[in-house]
C-alpha cells in the first residue's frame, strides 16, 4: 500500500484555469512537502506544511492534518506551469521523505 | 541563492565498476540526503546522513552502497559494483534540520551499460 497517493495522475488545463492536486497520506507525518519535477529532472520546493496554508505568488497550498489530506492550488495557470508536482511528506518518526508518484501537469496555451 | 550542486550531470558506466557521485550541499546545513528515481517511478530514499554518520537507510542501500563526508563540504555516494538496475537519476539533498524544507540538487543521471 503506497504511504502517499495524489490525484490525479495527469491533468490537462487550458491556460488561465484554477488547478488542483491533490494528496492523502496514511502515515503519521511531521511535515508535508510540496516540490516541483521540471522534463530536465532538477526538483524544486514550493512549500513544507504542517498545518493551515500558505501562498506563494499564484501557488496555494493547505493540509488538514485530522484529514491526512492535502492540496495544491495554482490560480490563473500559465503554459510555464507545466511539469510534474510531487507530494512528499517527512515521517512523524525517521529522517526521510516518503514521495508520491507525482501529477503531471500540462497547462496549453 | 544557495543551492546544492551535484557532479557531474550524466554518467555512463559499465555493468561491475565502480561509481562515486559528488553532491556539495548548502553550507550551514546538518542533514543530508541520497534519493533515487529510476525513469517513469517515483523518487525512493536511499539513505540519511547527520553528524557525520548514517542516521537512515532503506533496503536498496545495501553492501554495494555507501556514503562519505570525506572533508566537511563533499558528500559522496558511491556504488561498487554497478548493476543495470542502477541505472536511474540520482539526487542529493540537503535541509538545515531534520524537518526543514528540503534542497535538492539537479540530479546525476547514471546509466550503467
Known amino acids: 500500500k503506497n504511504e502517499v497517493e495524489q490525484s490525479p495522475q495527469n491533468l490537462t488545463a487550458q491556460e488561465g484555469e484554477f488547478i488542483t492536486i491533490n494528496c492523502s497520506y496514511s502515515?503519521?507525518?511531521?511535515?508535508l512537502h510540496w516540490l516541483q519535477q521540471h522534463p530536465g529532472g532538477g526538483i524544486v520546493s514550493l512549500f513544507m506544511?504542517?498545518?493551515g496554508k500558505k501562498k506563494h505568488g499564484r501557488l496555494i497550498a493547505t493540509i488538514n492534518i485530522q484529514e491526512k489530506h492535502s492540496s495544491l492550488h495554482i490560480t490563473a495557470s500559465h503554459p510555464r506551469d507545466s511539469a510534474v508536482y510531487i507530494c512528499?511528506?517527512?515521517?512523524?518518526?525517521?529522517?526521510?521523505?516518503?514521495f508520491g508518484a507525482g501529477t503531471i501537469l500540462r497547462v496549453k496555451s | 541563492e544557495p543551492e546544492v550542486t551535484q557532479t557531474p550531470s550524466h554518467q555512463v558506466t559499465q555493468m561491475g565498476q565502480e561509481v562515486i557521485l559528488r553532491c556539495v550541499p548548502i553550507?550551514?546545513?546538518?542533514?543530508f540526503y541520497w534519493y533515487r528515481q529510476i525513469l517513469g517511478q517515483k523518487v525512493e530514499f536511499l539513505v540519511s546522513?547527520?553528524?557525520?554518520?548514517?542516521?537512515?537507510k532503506s533496503e536498496i542501500f545495501d553492501d554495494q552502497f555507501s556514503v562519505e563526508r570525506p572533508d566537511g563540504s563533499n558528500f559522496t555516494l558511491k556504488i561498487r559494483s554497478t548493476k543495470l538496475e542502477d541505472s536511474a537519476m540520482y539526487f542529493c539533498?540537503?535541509?538545515?534540520?531534520?524537518?526543514?524544507?528540503?534542497?535538492f540538487g539537479q540530479g546525476t543521471r547514471l546509466t550503467v551499460v
Open positions: 539533498a540537503s535541509g538545515a534540520g531534520r524537518v526543514a524544507e528540503a534542497f
Open positions: 502515515v503519521g507525518i511531521s511535515a
Open positions: 506544511l504542517s498545518s
Open positions: 512528499a511528506v517527512d515521517l512523524e518518526y525517521g529522517n526521510k521523505l516518503v
Open positions: 553550507s550551514n546545513h546538518l542533514y
Open positions: 546522513f547527520y553528524n557525520n554518520e548514517i542516521s537512515e
